[in-house]
């Protein structure tokens, strides 16, 4: 209570200027520039402070001080515009605003609420517990598991180096050999304001990758948020995993500061049947803080940074375990809006980003470690960082009624490093000292055109053009000198060019159809890992890899053909796909139990998606989604290793008053398709779980989530579960949320 006062007598200082101010009416409609139809639900906003939506008959009305202001309009379709205006002391100021209509993206999203809204969703609450919620929320998108955390992402079968993990755009690496720290253990949900996914190689504006890229978008500070306060408490049965976290906005005149906080911790998880999985706990926090100076009327400067901490992180299925990781990303961004007619936004970022990460078998029995297949008899504690420093610019311009373009300059630098030291059990036998990353550096240089064109109302045409020059070498001379026994060529020096190109078609017929054909001729350059890593234990095939500098990018010819059909009450999307590789990078065989990365001649990936939303009324919604994927690689006659099944799920939400509730059904056919040669992969049986989500609003600011997931304690693993890591037993958990606005 005496929060709340301090609170209001704040607020109340804040709004006494304000009051004594004059105010005049502002008001106006908004039209499709096109249709010159009104467009109910747009965005108004004053000065970024003041702001209000306009009504089904596409009205808005705003009260202003005399004087200028700038306007910004956005709404979902079209772009968004910005408007200087001079409200008189006395009258009511009018106005017709004509949105242009967006070029159809290739881009799908999921914001943190879920899937679609419901009217639950108020004060922008997260109601998924974690990213890989979120992630495995995607079509045609899995994750592979090494351990109760930290998930790696895979799409349409392709995944590390053919896929890309970005942070707000900027460029981030996992600083462990053995993959523990995927880039999306760094984001937790109170600092994430929606995930972005590019399947395949449609999109190049962020990278050239051949899979598909995953940009995680941060929260930003706002101006329209005076005060805006969340906390939420959790906790999680299947590893008595207990949380926390908060999220705070304050703005006031021309500046916003937005800083979140949660904090984890996990204990083993159980499998289904009870099974305890052991040595499966960790720990964690992460925070963030956001700061917004708006400068002049159509500049602003932004500074955000993410902080993230593990520690005690059991892993299972591999042979070591995770003491601790650390992660810093910083980033200041400069943005002006309203330029011109033609030139119409200029934004620049900078960004700092950094991972350490420390791995050993410390807490592994002597038993474990004197009878494990791989270097028995030792202790191997391992260390490794990732840097990356880079800037982005983005142009934006209206060349002309019907096109958007814009210029992408992209550039990276990266620093990657990791070593390991081995001491024996016994202490007659001196101890040992690797390098497994030496020292990898790699400049990288893009520049983009991304480009949409409006040909007629039911014809529009998007094309990506990226040009990327990278030149990369080895820093440290102990690692170099371990790699060039592994060459016929010492040089690691390397240079590497690739140009790519993307072009999208769409045909609308009517509002509620579309169909896209989408084609792509792309390079993706290899890893620093592939070009430079050295005797990097696989887990899941056995051996021992090592890179290769001499590698030439990978080349995919790619066609993708998506139809959707969205009316009032139903939707639905339809794709097939097929991606063609040339100098696909794996591991070859060249002695007992070392691979060296080599290019294959052939292989291939394909596959389709569908998904499904029926609404029956206001209250109950219908839903479904199936993807299916096969891979095959033509130099060994063998299919893809790490391809997921058939797979989907189908679900049905009820809203009423105060309360949501949803029964989801999620299933994974067999995988009778398993590598024996590329790998050692195994089959994997089929599976069908039950989960049940809700939430309850006790009032404004108050909230309950609870849920069973796989409410059958079904015992079972995924294909991607790493060394078949058993899935999650039956999970309850529980979440009250308070939201202040």
């Not at 209001?8 to 105010?23: D, E, G, K, Y």
């Not at 972005?196 to 101006?223: C, P, Q, V, Y």
């Amino acid at each position: 209570m005496r929060l709340q006062k301090i609170i209001w007598i704040v607020l109340t200082f804040f709004s006494i200027p304000l009051m004594a101010q004059t105010v005049a009416p502002l008001s106006g409609y908004i039209y499709d520039r096109d249709e010159h139809t009104v467009i109910n639900d747009v965005n108004i906003q004053a000065d970024s402070i003041n702001g209000t939506i306009s009504d089904s008959d596409g009205f808005f009305r705003l009260n202003l001080r005399p004087g200028k202001h700038t306007l910004t309009i956005s709404h979902v379709g079209y772009f968004t515009i910005q408007k200087e205006i001079q409200i008189q002391e006395k009258g009511v100021t009018s106005l017709k605003i004509f949105l242009i209509p967006r070029i159809i993206g290739l881009k799908e999203t999921i914001v943190v609420e879920g899937e679609t809204e419901n009217p639950l969703d108020k004060n922008n609450n997260k109601w998924l517990n974690s990213t890989d919620d979120i992630m495995e929320r995607f079509e045609g998108v899995n994750t592979m598991k090494r351990a109760n955390f930290a998930t790696e992402p895979v799409i349409r079968g392709s995944s590390a180096g053919q896929i890309a993990i970005v942070i707000d755009d900027m460029k981030m690496f996992h600083a462990c050999i053995d993959r523990m720290d995927p880039v999306s253990a760094y984001i937790e949900v109170e600092n994430l304001e929606k995930m972005e996914l590019s399947k395949g190689a449609f999109n190049l504006t962020n990278s050239s990758t051949i899979g598909g890229t995953l940009n995680f978008i941060t929260s930003n500070a706002r101006l329209n948020q005076p005060f805006v306060f969340h906390t939420e408490a959790g906790y999680e049965s299947v590893s008595n995993l207990s949380r926390v976290r908060s999220s705070l906005n304050y703005a006031v005149e021309n500046w916003a500061v937005r800083a979140s906080f949660s904090a984890k911790n996990s204990n083993d998880y159980y499998a289904g049947n009870q099974q305890h999985i052991n040595n499966s706990g960790y720990k964690k926090n992460n925070y963030t803080l956001n700061v917004l100076r708006k400068v002049g009327e159509k500049q602003s400067l932004r500074f955000n940074y993410i902080g993230d901490n593990a520690w005690s992180i059991g892993y299972p299925a591999l042979i070591m375990d995770a003491s601790k990781t650390v992660s810093h990303l910083a980033s200041l961004q400069y943005n002006i809006a309203g330029i011109s007619d033609m030139f119409y936004a200029l934004d620049l970022k900078t960004y700092y980003t950094h991972v350490d990460h420390w791995m050993d078998d410390y807490k592994r029995s002597v038993d474990e470690i004197k009878n494990r297949v791989v270097m028995p008899n030792m202790y191997m504690p391992m260390f490794g960082y990732s840097e990356t420093i880079g800037t982005i610019i983005k142009a934006t311009f209206l060349p002309a009624r019907d096109h958007f373009s814009r210029l992408i300059f992209d550039y990276y630098r990266l620093n990657a490093f990791a070593d390991m030291d081995m001491f024996a059990l016994e202490d007659n036998l001196p101890p040992a000292y690797l390098v497994n990353i030496p020292g990898a550096r790699l400049d990288n240089f893009a520049l983009t055109l991304d480009h949409s064109w409006l040909i007629t109302k039911k014809v529009q045409l998007h094309t990506n053009i990226r040009s990327d020059y990278s030149n990369r070498n080895i820093q440290n001379a102990f690692g170099k000198r371990q790699l060039q026994a592994m060459w016929e060529n010492s040089a690691s020096r390397r240079e590497y060019t690739a140009n790519s190109f993307s072009v999208s078609a769409t045909y609308s017929p009517d509002e509620k159809v579309s169909v896209n054909l989408n084609l792509a001729d792309t390079h993706r350059l290899p890893s620093h890992m592939e070009n430079y890593g050295y005797l990097l234990y696989n887990v899941m095939d056995g051996y021992f890899y090592s890179g290769n500098p001499r590698l030439t990018p990978e080349h995919s010819r790619q066609i993708e053909l998506r139809t959707n059909i969205n009316s009032a009450n139903f939707y639905l999307s339809t794709a097939v796909f097929y991606n063609d590789i040339y100098n696909y990078i794996s591991g070859r065989l060249i002695e007992d139990e070392f691979k060296l990365y080599t290019n294959f001649d052939r292989a291939y990936l394909s596959g389709f998606e569908t998904s499904v939303l029926y609404k029956i009324n206001q209250h109950v919604n219908l839903k479904s989604s199936f993807s299916y994927t096969y891979g095959f690689i033509d130099d060994i006659n063998e299919v893809m290793p790490y391809i997921p099944p058939f797979q989907g799920s189908i679900s049905g939400d009820y809203t009423i008053s105060k309360l949501w509730f949803e029964v989801r059904g999620r299933f994974a056919a067999d995988q009778n398709l398993a590598a024996t040669k590329s790998t050692l992969e195994d089959k994997t049986p089929g599976y069908f779980l039950w989960d049940l989500h809700s939430r309850f609003h006790l009032s404004e600011q108050w909230e309950i989530k609870s849920g069973i997931e796989n409410i059958f304690d079904t015992m079972y693993h995924e294909h991607l579960s790493i060394n078949n890591l058993p899935a999650r037993g039956r999970n309850i958990y529980l979440g009250l949320n308070y939201n202040y606005n």
